[in-house]
Structure formats: C-alpha cells, structure tokens
C-alpha cells in the first residue's frame, strides 16, 4: 500500500553509511521512524539533509511493507509550513519536541495533536515580532498550553474541576498537588513535607482555561507563571524518566528574565 503523509522531523541521527534515521510525527500515523538514504557524502546529499531540518512540514511517500514499523521513504518534499524560528522560540520548539520524541508512543495517532503542535510553532514563529518581555511572557505559557494538552491525550492528566474529596476547587484556597490524580485541599495547620507540592485554586482555575482556548488567546496571570511551570514539570517527571531533558537546561539558564520565566 502506497502510503503519502504530511510529517515534521522530531529526531534525527545517522544510520550506516549515508542514510540517516529520523523521527517524524505526522497526523494519521502519529510517531513513526523512516530511513531516509542518500543524506550524506555528495552535494546532492546535503541539500536533501537540508531537508530534516526541524520545524518544517515534509510531504513524504512511500510503499508500506507488512510486518514493519520501519518505513523506507521513497520521496521527501517541502510542505506548506516553513517556520523560520530563532533564538529563544527555537529553543521553545525544541522543548516540545523533545517532549513529543520521548513521550508518544510509536504508530500511535491523537486526536488533534498534530494541529496543537503545528499551531503551537506558528505561534512561537509570530511572537518573534514582539519585545523581549512580552514574548518571554508569552513563550511560557505556550508550553504550559502545549504540555497540558500532551498530558491529557496521553491519558496522563489530571481533574482541574474538582479536588480529590469531590469538591469544586476554589479561588481563594490552596491545595496539594498529587500528580496523575489532582489536588487536595489543605485544610487547618497543614505540614507540608518535602515531598508536598502546593497550588493556589485561581493558578489550578487558570489552567482549565488552556484545555479550552486556542493557543492565540493564553493568558496566566503572572504570579502564577513559575507555580504552573513547576507543577506541570512535576506532572510529567514521572513519564520522563531521570534523564534531563536537554532543550529545559537552555530554558533555564539564569542569563535573563526570559529564560526563568520558560
């Protein structure tokens, strides 16, 4: 079966002599992995490398063989999206796709991902035209956007409606956070243990909003940036596992009000 899919490049990495092995993620088969031959060694071979670069839309083709999760493509082409990113929102767009390559499972389609991911770059493409302050803002809360929606179609999320007990979370209260079940509310003299993770209800309120809005139209309320960005981190440790994501050490360097704020 002749098989004709539009895909970004997630990963990429040498393979033999002159291929290369790339991650693509595309809408109808999700994460998959191709050898892409004739990447290396000729003239000819480095304009198709050019190619795999990130943050592009690829139109690939090739013949499905069965019993097989390796594809071999047999033609690769530019597709529609060119997002030319750079600096601080090229290191954003890493992020996430550091996220997808090690969380999605292989061959596995979502529902509405590949549109949240490609409007997710488009955006951090769009902001480059703002200042500093306001696109450092507003990088962050397109991965808080983009790392909530990950969570859920994983079917790793949490209930943000409701706390543990049942019942309705509320502005003005603080809560614990427990992740892949949600929050409880801290009532009384609460100790806090160190492995305690607390939350105030308008920051829990404010991430419902992401699961509803078109990433356009983000807005967390600056006092609660750094808490949702800790906790969604704390969301998704368990899934990563102990090795760092790369991309984060970037997002966090303390050279600058932009990066804490990522």
């Not at 019993?67 to 992020?95: F, T, W």
């Not at 801290?186 to 909003?209: R, T, Y």
């Amino acid at each position: 079966m002749y098989q004709q899919v539009s895909a970004f490049v997630l990963h990429s990495r040498p393979y033999k002599e002159t291929s290369a092995l790339v991650t693509f993620f595309c809408a109808e088969r999700g994460k998959f992995n191709a050898i892409v031959r004739g990447v290396r060694g000729s003239k000819k071979a480095h304009l198709k490398a050019a190619l795999l670069q990130p943050f592009q839309e690829l139109d690939l083709s090739w013949k499905e063989k069965a019993h097989s999760d390796l594809v071999s493509l047999q033609n690769i082409e530019n597709g529609k999206m060119r997002l030319p990113l750079e600096g601080q929102s090229a290191v954003c767009a890493m992020y996430i796709n550091e996220l997808m390559y090690r969380l999605l499972y292989p061959n596995v389609t979502f529902d509405n991902l590949y549109q949240d991911y490609a409007d997710a770059l488009l955006y951090l493409t769009q902001l480059q035209l703002q200042d500093g302050e306001v696109q450092g803002l507003k990088q962050a809360q397109i991965l808080r956007w983009f790392e909530l929606r990950l969570l859920n179609v994983l079917g790793h999320g949490f209930t943000l409606e409701e706390d543990l007990s049942g019942h309705e979370i509320k502005a003005n209260e603080n809560y614990l956070f427990y992740p892949e079940f949600g929050f409880e509310l801290i009532e009384g003299d609460w100790q806090l243990s160190h492995h305690s993770f607390q939350v105030s209800g308008a920051c829990i309120l404010s991430l419902q909003e992401l699961l509803i809005v078109p990433v356009e139209e983000i807005e967390i309320a600056k006092a609660c940036a750094k808490t949702l960005r800790q906790l969604l981190s704390i969301a998704l440790q368990p899934f990563l596992g102990k090795k760092p994501i790369a991309a984060k050490t970037l997002l966090q360097k303390p050279s600058g009000k932009l990066n804490r704020n990522n």
